[in-house]
């Protein structure tokens, strides 16, 4: 939570398992009944919006890039998702489901991070994308 500024209900990241600073991390993100999202989409066959899932990916590149510069991307600024390139999803994440979160540190350049991400239910590809971020200072 202190690379983040995400809070419940947005913080899509509950634990990191592993990270390798300019490499790789791997977080999860429990997905519950109880999600507020799920009371419209959808009432009768509740699934994870897909764009929720990029934004979990998105949040563990943040925790990546943070833990890789923390000097560079630190307390006091702000992380965001300029671009997403390459989505695709491979089934629906449903309640129940343990969202398994890859990134992987592509480059860097002119404060532009560039990711590899992947999302996995029990083994099983359910969505990935290329997604870059940038950080600027926190307006207070």
Not at 18 to 30: D, H, I, M, S
Not at 85 to 109: C, H, I, S, T, W
Not at 117 to 135: D, F, H, K, Q, Y
Request: aromatic share 10%; net charge negative; proline share 7%.
């Amino acid at each position: 939570m202190d690379y983040l500024p995400h809070r419940y209900p947005f913080l899509l990241v509950d634990r990191v398992i592993e990270c390798e600073p300019g490499k790789r991390l791997l977080a999860v993100k429990n997905v519950t009944y109880n999600e507020p999202f799920f009371q419209g989409h959808f009432p009768n066959l509740p699934i994870m919006p897909g764009v929720l899932v990029m934004e979990a990916l998105a949040q563990a590149t943040g925790l990546l890039a943070s833990e890789t510069a923390p000097d560079e991307l630190g307390k006091g600024m702000t992380y965001y998702l300029v671009g997403l390139d390459k989505a695709r999803f491979k089934r629906p994440v449903v309640p129940g489901d343990q969202l398994m979160l890859e990134a992987n540190y592509l480059r860097n350049k002119r404060n532009i991070w560039a990711f590899f991400c992947r999302a996995e239910v029990n083994g099983e590809l359910v969505a990935s994308a290329e997604i870059m971020c940038a950080a600027a200072e926190r307006e207070s």
